[in-house]
């Protein structure tokens, strides 16, 4: 009996022991999964690693290559900016002396530049054929003028003029002589202005306009009857023309005191009007705002 109870009481020793062991074996288990894992996600690696190998190779590769080419670009602007400092250098003193003239004569320089500058805006303002102002000069003179005598409530006039048949004068004589006779009709046209206010310039082709301030429409028409007389006693001749041996002009003429009410195109829409009714009647006349309808 007591033999019995001995064997129990063993037991009972060795049952704690034993799940310890349990417990430490399922640690052990447990170790041994996790390095399994470790192996297998460290073979992955070694895998993934191995088939981009190449691609990897390949990129350090390039970069290498760029930043070479990189390093050599470098060298070679540090070059350059040595080499434009050495100029720099050498040349400081030819700068200073430069720069030293200039503020000893610098009134003279600024003299020559004006005088230069505007030699340019006149020439800038000159029809380049005829050497007379040409449509550029015209729009903003006439702009100033319809202002002005808006302000003033004076009369403003203009003249449109076209040479007659001038086509066929070309065709007959050729673009150089054309070219002579536009000189000397603008030439012409020009001298038979007296007063500084009035100007007549090359309005395109063979077309010009005049503009006269302060003067009325009977004003503009004696105007227009010294520039026919002009013209006439040039004796260019015309062959080809259907109105006269030599060359003619037909002419416009539109008179008005400004209004704010009023466009400054409108008066130049009147003078073309009037030209081409010049033009219709038979042309080499002119016509103005008291003879503007045809006779029935």
């Not at 001038?166 to 007959?172: G, L």
């Amino acid at each position: 009996m007591l033999s019995n109870q001995g064997e129990r009481y063993g037991q009972e020793r060795l049952e704690p022991s034993e799940t310890h062991l349990r417990v430490e074996i399922d640690r052990l288990q447990r170790e041994n999964e996790r390095l399994r894992q470790q192996n297998y996600d460290l073979h992955l690696a070694l895998s993934t690693t191995a088939e981009h190998g190449d691609f990897i190779e390949a990129q350090l590769h390039a970069t290498n290559i760029q930043l070479s080419a990189e390093i050599v670009e470098r060298k070679r602007a540090e070059v350059m900016l040595q080499t434009l400092l050495e100029i720099i250098s050498r040349e400081r003193d030819d700068l200073e002396i430069i720069v030293q003239t200039i503020m000893e004569h610098g009134d003279v320089v600024d003299a020559q530049w004006q005088l230069k500058l505007n030699e340019t805006l006149r020439l800038a303002d000159l029809d380049g054929l005829t050497q007379i102002p040409n449509r550029r000069r015209f729009d903003v003179y006439f702009d100033y003028q319809w202002r002005q005598m808006t302000r003033d409530q004076t009369p403003l006039s203009v003249i449109l003029c076209d040479i007659d048949c001038f086509k066929q004068y070309n065709d007959a004589y050729g673009h150089l002589a054309g070219d002579d006779c536009l000189r000397q009709i603008a030439q012409a046209l020009h001298t038979t202005l007296k007063r500084p206010s009035d100007l007549v310039a090359r309005y395109g082709g063979e077309e010009f306009v005049a503009i006269l301030p302060q003067t009325d429409a009977q004003g503009a028409i004696q105007v227009a009857e010294q520039m026919q007389v002009a013209i006439a006693r040039l004796q260019i001749p015309h062959s080809q023309s259907c109105i006269a041996p030599q060359v003619t002009l037909s002419m416009g003429i539109a008179s008005t005191i400004p209004s704010p009410l009023r466009s400054s195109g409108s008066l130049l829409d009147e003078a073309d009007q009037r030209l081409y009714l010049a033009k219709q009647q038979g042309k080499n006349q002119i016509i103005h705002p008291w003879n503007s309808f045809p006779a029935p």
